[in-house]
């Protein structure tokens, strides 16, 4: 064959296969539009969704004495795509979400993980929040758009890019119950009648592997925090009470168990500075004892791969610059010991009270920082503001240039601190600084009192929706509020029901996401 009877071969081929792939692109188009009606994608969510329509409409026809027969497939999610294009070699998509809600109650409390064939990024979201943690990106409600009515719906969607944008799964949770519409229940289902969902708590995390093994180092990236793959990210956990006064708390155990039956991924060691006695690190404590304490927590954490916070914790002292001498030793020493600790945060002043000014804490901050990067150039710093960590508003008018990662602390106790506390925190997000609750409770200021579970709750919507990573105060028995565990409970871990205060409980439920 000469050249050009080949070039023309060429030619009449290409068109061909041309015609064909638009022949076929056609049908399938048309195959899909009978089908379904919309594009309704093609992954195991979708096909439950229509079992569970099934399911539904079979059972909502039993009485009351079914109802946890019926229960069992009161919600599910369907994921739809809108427009899809590529980008950079990846597959983009508009993914529009519903949320149906059988029951008869409205439900405001809810969480659902989309699971994809390959990690996704998420570049825009409307009406939800969402956070993206390897292959699953987790959609939790805001504010204006939290509620599935009963016998409704709820719609959200967002934008994503992954190399491969298939949906394989996902996990509905509704008041903290799992309704899964799961790939492997689907293909062993053989009838409607098999359920997809279980009953059980919302496993801590869909993933397998620890939360430092999936998210790595963190850095702030303006007011989030984000792990190794730049997605946001929120470091949930508890504090301990002084280390000094509670140093059998500080196990590996009692780690685990907030690891593995919170669902926490932070704990948060408390080495008061100042007790006016020997309980404290500057007052006469012995400090070789107390550094073994931190290490015993710090390395308990990174075995379990957590994140851990060593908190230089300023409290009677007042004003950081009380011991600024010892806290230089202490930072140089413990960011050399730890320098190759991916995991370890410093908390360089706990909380600045009893008049003591932002400029003082950002002198004192600024001695403190330089000499932690000497050793470790990007831990996450977190620094106190003002009034008990409270007065983020004034830094966030005033910030420390020059670092990166450095986050402010805010600290609240909702029986105390309610709207006013949360509009200096919105002022200081919008003004962008990046804030982290290092320390909370649901009682009062003391420690002590009642609790407040409606200003408990206002603010962990506001913690959910700005991403702030939290620890809450405080792992031990002791008979005030604030303890995690009941003052009868002698446990050092492993803790059951039974074992938690009713601090205790609402702040697991929090952590686990319910
Ligand atoms: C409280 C403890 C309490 C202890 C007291 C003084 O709960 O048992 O006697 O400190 O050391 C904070 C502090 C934190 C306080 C806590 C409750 O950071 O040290 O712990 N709180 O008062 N800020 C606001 C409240």
Redesign the pocket.
């Known amino acids: 064959m000469n050249g050009k009877k080949t070039k023309i071969l060429c030619a009449v081929i290409a068109v061909l296969v041309v015609l064909i792939g638009i022949m076929t692109g056609l049908l399938l188009v048309q195959k899909k539009e009978n089908t379904s009606g919309s594009s309704t994608r093609e992954t195991a969510s979708a096909e439950n969704t229509t079992e569970n329509a099934a399911g539904v409409s079979e059972e909502t026809e039993k009485t009351d004495a079914d109802d946890s027969d019926r229960k069992t497939n009161l919600y599910y999610a369907e994921i739809t795509e809108g427009a899809a294009w590529e980008n950079g070699g990846n597959q983009c998509a508009t993914e529009n979400v519903t949320i149906y809600n059988q029951d008869q109650k409205a439900v405001t409390s809810w969480k659902l993980d989309i699971i994809y064939a390959s990690d996704p990024t998420v570049d825009q979201i409307w009406e939800g929040a969402c956070e993206v943690k390897g292959n699953t990106v987790t959609i939790t409600p805001v504010e204006y758009n939290a509620e599935i009515p009963a016998g409704g719906s709820l719609t959200f969607g967002f934008n994503l890019s992954a190399a491969d944008k298939k949906v394989t799964d996902y996990k509905l949770y509704i008041n903290g119950t799992e309704y899964t519409g799961s790939e492997a229940s689907s293909e062993t289902a053989d009838a409607a009648s098999t359920t997809t969902e279980t009953e059980s708590i919302a496993p801590p995390s869909a993933e397998s592997g620890t939360p430092f093994e999936n998210h790595g180092a963190l850095s702030v990236s303006g007011t989030d925090l984000v792990d190794s793959k730049g997605n946001p990210y929120q470091l949930k956990g508890c504090s301990t009470?002084?280390i000094t006064w509670f140093p059998d708390y500080v196990n590996e155990d009692a780690f685990r168990t907030f690891r593995d039956d919170w669902g926490a991924n932070l704990i948060r060691l408390?080495m008061?500075t100042d007790?006016g006695d020997s309980y404290g690190y500057c007052s006469g404590g012995n400090k070789e004892e107390i550094e073994a304490l931190v290490d015993q927590g710090v390395q308990a954490a990174t075995g379990l791969g957590m994140y851990v916070i060593i908190d230089w914790?300023i409290?009677s002292d007042n004003n950081p610059n009380t011991h600024i001498e010892d806290a230089k030793v202490f930072f140089a020493e413990m960011t050399k010991k730890y320098a190759n600790y991916e995991n370890v945060l410093y908390e360089i002043c706990?909380?600045p009270n009893s008049g003591t000014s932002w400029s003082e804490v950002k002198a004192y901050a600024e001695t403190i920082i330089p000499v932690i990067r000497e050793n470790d150039e990007d831990a996450i710093i977190i620094v106190g503001t003002p009034t008990?960590c409270q007065d983020v508003d004034i830094v966030s008018g005033d910030p420390i240039t020059g670092y990166d990662n450095i986050m402010y602390a805010v600290?609240f106790?909702a029986a105390t601190h309610k709207e006013d506390l949360r509009n200096k925190v919105t002022t200081a997000i919008s003004n962008g600084l990046p804030l982290i609750v290092s320390?909370f409770s649901i009682c009062d200021?003391?420690?002590n009192g009642a609790i407040d579970y409606a200003q408990a709750d206002a603010w962990f919507e506001l913690i959910n929706e700005k991403n702030l990573s939290f620890a809450s105060?405080?792992i031990s028995n002791?008979a005030?509020t604030?303890s995690l565990l009941t003052p009868s409970c002698t446990k050092t871990s492993g803790w059951t029901e039974e074992d938690l205060s009713e601090t205790g409980i609402y702040i697991r439920d929090r952590i686990l996401g319910k």
């Open positions: 009470h002084g408390a008061y007790t914790h409290l706990n909380e008990w600290h106790y320390e200021a003391s420690g105060w405080s002791k005030e604030a």
